[in-house]
Each structure stands twice: as C-alpha cells, then as structure tokens.
T-cell receptor
Framework: DTGVSQDPRHKITKRGQNVTFRCDPISEHNRLYWYRQTLGQGPEFLTYFQNEAQLEKSRLLSDRFSAERPKGSFSTLEIQRTEQGDSAMYLC??????????????FGPGTRLTVT | GQSLEQPSEVTAVEGAIVQINCTYQTSGFYGLSWYQQHDGGAPTFLSYNALDGLEETGRFSSFLSRSDSYGYLLLQELQMKDSASYFCAVRDGTGGFKTIFGAGTRLFVKA
C-alpha cells in the first residue's frame, strides 16, 4: 500500500454512459497525475495537477475526458459518453514537488474500467 | 517527440544477474526512472538517474549514459518474486510535467 487510494477498483459500464473515478493522494503530495494503462503497455500520461491547478493535459485526450482537483486534495477523472476503446486501467499517482529530486511517483491500485 | 525502447521479455534463473536495457529519445532530459509492476499491481518506483554512472539500491542498480541516451536496470541475486514488468520512464523534455513510460520488459525468473 503506497498511501494513494482509488475508488472504485472496478467499474463496468455500458457504452455511452458517464463514469467518474476518484483518487486520494498522499496528503502532503502537491503533484497528482492520471494515467491510462492497457495490457502489455506502460502507463500513458493523461493529465497533471500541481495543487489545484491542472497544468498539463495530453493531446491524446479527447474532450470526453475531464479531471478536477478541488482544493488541491483528492482528484476526480470523468469520462463522458464512454466508448469500448476507453476500457483500460486508470492509474493515479502523486509525488512531492520541492525536495523530491528523484521525482518518484507513488501509484494507487488503479480503477479497471470495462465498457460493454 | 519522446520515445523509449526496451526489450519486451527477458528470462533468467533464480540467483542469476539480469540487465534490462532502455534507450530513449527526448528533446530535453530530466533523468531516467525505473518502475516495477507485478501482475495486477500498481507500478512502484525503483530508481532514478539524473547523472551518468551507476546508482545502487540493494540488489538493484541502475546505470545511465546521457551521451548514448541509454540506461539499464541491473537485478542481482534474482528471486522468484522479481518476476514482474519493469518500465523505464523519462520526463517530457519540453519542460512540461508529462512522464513518458516505455512499453515495459516482462521478466520471468525460473527456478
């Protein structure tokens, strides 16, 4: 257990439905990342927050994806009008900014999304 | 753009030493990281190299050559529990915060 939690751990939804995932990072970590991972691939960057500010979003991400981090604590990732191609593991990671020269990220257990 | 290449699979026997290579292409460089991921688990941080040379952490070591855009992860005294996927990763070289991961090397440790 890294201290990063994600909810739910599994989500099955029908195509066209909206889904929302939650991530609770390690409390003192100001940086938060969302990734998507499919079988046999490495994590693919989706978006990054520093405190409550969303500083970067992948160009690969369609407008159906949105993320928030109100008050710089937990974060949510919403996917609207889900498609079968959205089926993947969605990972959240957090890290400490200043003083973290190794820039290590601590990953949560992920939310596995299946779109039927 | 940025890209990383690493072998897809490596097999070794218990007690042996194995090296997992990673070559990268980035427009800038902010260090090379390594992560381990067991099946069904989350990636966990192993090591980070910002400067050339070897970094040692217990049975694991990581090496970087910036002039060759190359690094490797060295695992010594292999144990069955080391069977996992290993990812090298770099930070986006354009000054952003995006982290780019390789496709991963699946390590099989045999008895």
């Amino acid at each position: 257990d890294t201290g990063v939690s994600q909810d739910p751990r599994h989500k099955i939804t029908k195509r066209g439905q909206n889904v929302t995932f939650r991530c609770d990072p390690i409390s003192e970590h100001n940086r938060l990342y969302w990734y998507r991972q499919t079988l046999g691939q490495g994590p693919e960057f989706l978006t990054y927050f520093q405190n409550e500010a969303q500083l970067e979003k992948s160009r690969l991400l369609s407008d159906r994806f949105s993320a928030e981090r109100p008050k710089g604590s937990f974060s949510t990732l919403e996917i609207q009008r889900t498609e079968q191609g959205d089926s993947a593991m969605y990972l959240c990671a957090s890290s400490l900014g200043e003083g973290n020269y190794r820039r290590e990220q601590y990953f949560g257990p992920g939310t596995r999304l299946t779109v039927t | 753009g940025q890209s990383l290449e690493q072998p897809s699979e490596v097999t070794a026997v218990e007690g042996a030493i194995v090296q997992i290579n990673c070559t990268y292409q980035t427009s800038g460089f902010y260090g090379l990281s390594w992560y381990q991921q067991h099946d069904g688990g989350a990636p966990t941080f192993l090591s980070y190299n910002a400067l050339d040379g070897l970094e040692e952490t217990g049975r694991f070591s990581s090496f970087l050559s910036r002039s060759d855009s190359y690094g490797y992860l060295l695992l010594q005294e292999l144990q069955m529990k080391d069977s996992a996927s290993y990812f090298c990763a770099v930070r986006d070289g354009t000054g952003g915060f995006k982290t780019i991961f390789g496709a991963g090397t699946r390590l099989f440790v045999k008895a």
